[in-house]
Protein backbone atom coordinates (compact mmCIF):
# COMPACT_ATOMS: atom_id res chain seq x y z
CA UNK A 1 0.00 0.00 0.00
CA UNK A 2 1.34 3.35 -0.91
CA UNK A 3 2.21 5.91 2.02
CA UNK A 4 0.24 9.13 2.63
CA UNK A 5 2.87 11.52 3.31
CA UNK A 6 1.58 15.11 4.73
CA UNK A 7 3.26 17.57 2.28
CA UNK A 8 2.81 21.43 2.17
CA UNK A 9 1.55 23.65 -0.57
CA UNK A 10 0.45 27.19 -0.22
CA UNK A 11 -1.98 27.39 2.27
CA UNK A 12 -2.66 23.78 2.34
CA UNK A 13 -1.18 20.62 4.15
CA UNK A 14 -2.10 17.59 2.18
CA UNK A 15 -1.46 13.70 2.18
CA UNK A 16 -1.10 11.84 -0.98
CA UNK A 17 -0.43 8.70 -2.05
CA UNK A 18 0.64 7.33 -5.18
CA UNK A 19 0.03 4.50 -7.25
CA UNK A 20 2.61 1.81 -8.38
CA UNK A 21 3.03 1.98 -12.15
CA UNK A 22 1.27 3.87 -14.77
CA UNK A 23 -1.96 5.47 -13.44
CA UNK A 24 -5.54 4.28 -14.51
CA UNK A 25 -7.27 7.06 -14.24
CA UNK A 26 -7.55 10.76 -12.93
CA UNK A 27 -6.74 11.47 -9.62
CA UNK A 28 -8.74 11.13 -6.53
CA UNK A 29 -9.13 14.56 -4.32
CA UNK A 30 -10.60 13.40 -0.75
CA UNK A 31 -11.91 16.59 1.02
CA UNK A 32 -13.07 16.02 4.93
CA UNK A 33 -15.63 17.34 6.80
CA UNK A 34 -16.01 19.01 10.25
CA UNK A 35 -14.45 18.13 12.73
CA UNK A 36 -11.55 16.13 10.88
CA UNK A 37 -9.00 16.52 9.15
CA UNK A 38 -7.48 14.66 5.90
CA UNK A 39 -6.25 11.54 8.56
CA UNK A 40 -9.57 10.54 8.35
CA UNK A 41 -8.67 9.59 4.43
CA UNK A 42 -5.44 7.89 5.74
CA UNK A 43 -6.80 4.49 4.53
CA UNK A 44 -8.79 5.32 1.96
CA UNK A 45 -5.81 7.09 0.17
CA UNK A 46 -3.99 3.80 0.24
CA UNK A 47 -7.09 1.86 -1.25
CA UNK A 48 -6.73 4.52 -3.94
CA UNK A 49 -3.12 4.21 -4.80
CA UNK A 50 -3.51 0.41 -4.95
CA UNK A 51 -6.59 0.95 -7.74
CA UNK A 52 -4.25 2.65 -9.79
CA UNK A 53 -5.11 6.37 -8.66
CA UNK A 54 -3.21 9.78 -7.47
CA UNK A 55 -4.84 10.30 -4.25
CA UNK A 56 -4.68 13.64 -2.77
CA UNK A 57 -6.25 14.92 0.68
CA UNK A 58 -5.93 18.19 1.93
CA UNK A 59 -6.37 19.34 5.04
CA UNK A 60 -8.83 22.44 5.06
CA UNK A 61 -7.96 25.75 6.92
CA UNK A 62 -7.35 25.60 10.25
CA UNK A 63 -7.46 21.45 10.20
CA UNK A 64 -4.86 18.80 10.85
CA UNK A 65 -1.58 20.57 9.28
CA UNK A 66 -3.15 23.89 7.80
CA UNK A 67 -2.89 26.73 9.53
CA UNK A 68 -5.73 29.12 10.09
CA UNK A 69 -6.05 32.09 7.24
CA UNK A 70 -8.86 33.97 8.36
CA UNK A 71 -11.90 34.55 7.80
CA UNK A 72 -12.37 31.21 7.33
CA UNK A 73 -15.49 31.27 6.16
CA UNK A 74 -17.11 28.83 3.46
CA UNK A 75 -15.80 31.10 0.59
CA UNK A 76 -12.62 31.57 1.43
CA UNK A 77 -12.23 27.21 2.02
CA UNK A 78 -14.06 27.16 -1.05
CA UNK A 79 -10.89 29.83 -2.57
CA UNK A 80 -8.11 27.85 -1.29
CA UNK A 81 -9.20 24.10 -2.34
CA UNK A 82 -9.39 25.52 -5.67
CA UNK A 83 -5.82 26.98 -5.17
CA UNK A 84 -4.22 23.76 -3.91
CA UNK A 85 -6.04 21.72 -7.16
CA UNK A 86 -4.27 24.53 -9.40
CA UNK A 87 -0.48 24.23 -8.07
CA UNK A 88 -1.21 20.41 -8.36
CA UNK A 89 -1.86 20.87 -11.63
CA UNK A 90 -5.02 18.94 -11.44
CA UNK A 91 -6.64 18.94 -14.95
CA UNK A 92 -9.57 16.25 -13.95
CA UNK A 93 -10.83 15.02 -10.60
CA UNK A 94 -13.03 12.09 -9.07
CA UNK A 95 -14.15 14.16 -6.13
CA UNK A 96 -14.91 12.24 -2.84
CA UNK A 97 -16.46 14.11 -0.28
CA UNK A 98 -18.04 14.15 3.19
CA UNK A 99 -19.96 16.06 5.80
CA UNK A 100 -18.40 19.47 5.51
CA UNK A 101 -16.47 18.76 2.72
CA UNK A 102 -19.47 18.47 0.35
CA UNK A 103 -20.63 21.76 1.08
CA UNK A 104 -16.83 22.97 -0.35
CA UNK A 105 -16.13 20.44 -2.65
CA UNK A 106 -19.52 20.47 -4.34
CA UNK A 107 -19.28 24.17 -4.70
CA UNK A 108 -16.15 23.90 -6.13
CA UNK A 109 -17.30 21.04 -8.63
CA UNK A 110 -20.50 23.15 -10.02
CA UNK A 111 -18.15 26.21 -10.36
CA UNK A 112 -15.80 24.10 -12.26
CA UNK A 113 -18.06 21.74 -14.52
CA UNK A 114 -15.39 20.58 -17.15
CA UNK A 115 -12.73 19.60 -13.68
CA UNK A 116 -14.87 16.55 -12.04
CA UNK A 117 -14.53 13.35 -13.44
CA UNK A 118 -16.70 11.64 -11.20
CA UNK A 119 -18.48 12.22 -7.62
CA UNK A 120 -18.48 10.05 -4.29
CA UNK A 121 -20.75 11.81 -1.86
CA UNK A 122 -20.75 10.92 1.37
CA UNK A 123 -23.50 11.98 4.30
CA UNK A 124 -23.16 15.73 3.39
CA UNK A 125 -25.50 18.18 1.97
CA UNK A 126 -26.41 20.42 -0.99
CA UNK A 127 -29.50 21.92 -0.45
CA UNK A 128 -30.58 25.56 -0.11
CA UNK A 129 -33.57 24.54 2.27
CA UNK A 130 -31.00 22.86 4.37
CA UNK A 131 -31.26 22.49 8.16
CA UNK A 132 -28.67 22.71 10.65
CA UNK A 133 -28.48 20.12 13.31
CA UNK A 134 -28.31 20.90 17.12
CA UNK A 135 -24.89 21.37 17.03
CA UNK A 136 -24.05 23.26 14.64
CA UNK A 137 -26.72 26.30 15.49
CA UNK A 138 -24.79 26.24 19.32
CA UNK A 139 -21.61 26.60 17.13
CA UNK A 140 -23.77 29.20 14.74
CA UNK A 141 -24.94 31.20 17.42
CA UNK A 142 -22.93 34.39 18.72
CA UNK A 143 -21.46 33.95 22.14
CA UNK A 144 -22.93 30.13 22.28
CA UNK A 145 -20.48 29.11 20.04
CA UNK A 146 -17.51 30.91 21.57
CA UNK A 147 -18.57 29.38 24.99
CA UNK A 148 -18.66 25.87 23.80
CA UNK A 149 -15.16 25.47 21.85
CA UNK A 150 -13.74 27.51 24.73
CA UNK A 151 -14.45 25.14 27.22
CA UNK A 152 -13.70 22.30 25.62
CA UNK A 153 -10.35 20.23 26.25
CA UNK A 154 -8.71 17.16 24.67
CA UNK A 155 -10.61 15.20 27.36
CA UNK A 156 -13.72 16.30 26.31
CA UNK A 157 -13.22 16.82 22.61
CA UNK A 158 -12.68 13.06 22.79
CA UNK A 159 -15.72 11.90 24.66
CA UNK A 160 -17.82 14.22 22.69
CA UNK A 161 -16.51 12.67 19.28
CA UNK A 162 -16.74 9.11 20.51
CA UNK A 163 -20.24 9.75 21.37
CA UNK A 164 -20.79 9.68 17.29
CA UNK A 165 -18.34 7.07 16.32
CA UNK A 166 -14.90 4.91 17.38
CA UNK A 167 -12.65 7.22 17.29
CA UNK A 168 -8.98 5.71 18.05
CA UNK A 169 -6.44 8.45 21.01
CA UNK A 170 -4.44 9.01 17.27
CA UNK A 171 -7.58 10.53 15.45
CA UNK A 172 -8.34 12.39 18.61
CA UNK A 173 -5.11 13.74 18.69
CA UNK A 174 -5.08 14.95 14.57
CA UNK A 175 -8.74 16.52 15.06
CA UNK A 176 -7.92 18.25 18.10
CA UNK A 177 -5.59 20.36 16.40
CA UNK A 178 -8.71 22.46 15.07
CA UNK A 179 -9.39 23.10 18.77
CA UNK A 180 -6.64 23.73 20.07
CA UNK A 181 -5.60 27.86 19.36
CA UNK A 182 -7.94 30.49 19.22
CA UNK A 183 -6.99 31.28 16.13
CA UNK A 184 -8.64 27.95 14.71
CA UNK A 185 -11.31 27.58 16.82
CA UNK A 186 -12.16 31.30 15.64
CA UNK A 187 -11.72 29.72 12.03
CA UNK A 188 -14.11 27.10 12.92
CA UNK A 189 -16.85 29.72 14.09
CA UNK A 190 -16.41 31.53 10.64
CA UNK A 191 -16.85 28.60 8.67
CA UNK A 192 -20.40 27.34 10.65
CA UNK A 193 -21.57 30.91 10.21
CA UNK A 194 -21.06 31.35 7.00
CA UNK A 195 -23.12 28.40 6.06
CA UNK A 196 -26.20 30.00 5.30
CA UNK A 197 -27.94 27.02 2.47
CA UNK A 198 -29.47 29.76 0.97
CA UNK A 199 -26.21 29.98 -1.20
CA UNK A 200 -27.23 26.23 -2.21
CA UNK A 201 -30.04 28.34 -4.91
CA UNK A 202 -27.70 28.94 -7.41
CA UNK A 203 -26.30 25.51 -7.74
CA UNK A 204 -29.87 23.92 -8.34
CA UNK A 205 -29.85 21.34 -10.84
CA UNK A 206 -26.09 21.99 -11.50
CA UNK A 207 -24.60 18.98 -9.87
CA UNK A 208 -27.09 16.54 -12.34
CA UNK A 209 -25.82 18.57 -15.33
CA UNK A 210 -22.25 17.43 -14.61
CA UNK A 211 -23.07 14.56 -16.16
CA UNK A 212 -20.71 12.27 -14.25
CA UNK A 213 -20.36 8.68 -12.74
CA UNK A 214 -21.73 9.08 -8.89
CA UNK A 215 -21.94 7.13 -6.45
CA UNK A 216 -24.05 8.29 -2.94
CA UNK A 217 -22.56 6.62 0.39
CA UNK A 218 -24.20 7.33 3.14
CA UNK A 219 -24.93 5.67 6.68
CA UNK A 220 -28.28 4.50 7.38
CA UNK A 221 -28.33 6.11 11.02
CA UNK A 222 -26.66 8.98 10.42
CA UNK A 223 -27.79 11.75 12.91
CA UNK A 224 -26.61 14.80 11.88
CA UNK A 225 -26.98 14.10 7.95
CA UNK A 226 -30.13 11.94 7.70
CA UNK A 227 -30.26 8.83 5.06
CA UNK A 228 -33.06 11.17 3.54
CA UNK A 229 -30.56 13.59 2.50
CA UNK A 230 -29.03 10.44 0.50
CA UNK A 231 -32.13 9.76 -1.24
CA UNK A 232 -33.03 13.49 -2.40
CA UNK A 233 -29.52 13.50 -3.78
CA UNK A 234 -30.46 10.57 -6.03
CA UNK A 235 -33.71 11.99 -7.28
CA UNK A 236 -31.44 14.95 -8.09
CA UNK A 237 -29.10 13.34 -9.78
CA UNK A 238 -31.08 10.35 -11.82
CA UNK A 239 -27.95 8.82 -13.06
CA UNK A 240 -26.22 8.14 -9.58
CA UNK A 241 -25.54 4.81 -8.25
CA UNK A 242 -26.94 4.93 -4.21
CA UNK A 243 -25.55 2.53 -1.30
CA UNK A 244 -26.34 2.73 2.06
CA UNK A 245 -25.00 1.50 4.71
CA UNK A 246 -27.29 -0.60 7.21
CA UNK A 247 -26.37 0.16 10.74
CA UNK A 248 -24.06 2.89 10.12
CA UNK A 249 -23.68 6.67 11.58
CA UNK A 250 -22.70 10.01 10.25
CA UNK A 251 -18.70 8.52 10.01
CA UNK A 252 -19.04 5.74 8.02
CA UNK A 253 -15.41 6.10 6.80
CA UNK A 254 -14.13 5.98 10.42
CA UNK A 255 -16.52 3.17 11.74
CA UNK A 256 -17.17 1.47 8.17
CA UNK A 257 -13.95 1.66 6.55
CA UNK A 258 -14.01 -1.70 4.74
CA UNK A 259 -17.26 -1.14 3.54
CA UNK A 260 -16.55 2.03 2.55
CA UNK A 261 -13.10 1.21 0.83
CA UNK A 262 -14.72 -1.62 -1.06
CA UNK A 263 -17.57 0.61 -2.34
CA UNK A 264 -14.40 3.23 -3.14
CA UNK A 265 -12.76 0.04 -5.18
CA UNK A 266 -15.79 -0.83 -7.11
CA UNK A 267 -16.40 2.59 -7.95
CA UNK A 268 -12.99 3.72 -8.68
CA UNK A 269 -12.76 0.37 -11.24
CA UNK A 270 -15.78 0.89 -13.11
CA UNK A 271 -14.42 4.73 -13.99
CA UNK A 272 -10.85 3.62 -15.02
CA UNK A 273 -9.95 4.32 -18.27
CA UNK A 274 -10.95 2.01 -20.53
CA UNK A 275 -14.06 0.66 -18.47
Known amino acids: MAGADVKGAGRLAYREALPEGDARGDPVLFVHGFPESSYMWRGALGVAAEAGRRAIAPDLLGYGDSEPDPPATWERQLEALGELVDELGLERV ?6 WGGLIGLRWACEHPDRPSALLISDSGFFPDGVWHGLAEVIR ?8 LEGLTRESFGELIRAAGSFPDDAIDEYWKAFATPAARGGLLEMYRSGDFGKLAAYEGRLAALDVPTLILWGEEDAFAPVAGAYRFRREIPHAELEVIEGAGHFIWNDRAARCHEALTGFLGRTARGS
Open 94 to 99: ALVVHD
Open 141 to 148: TPGEGEKL
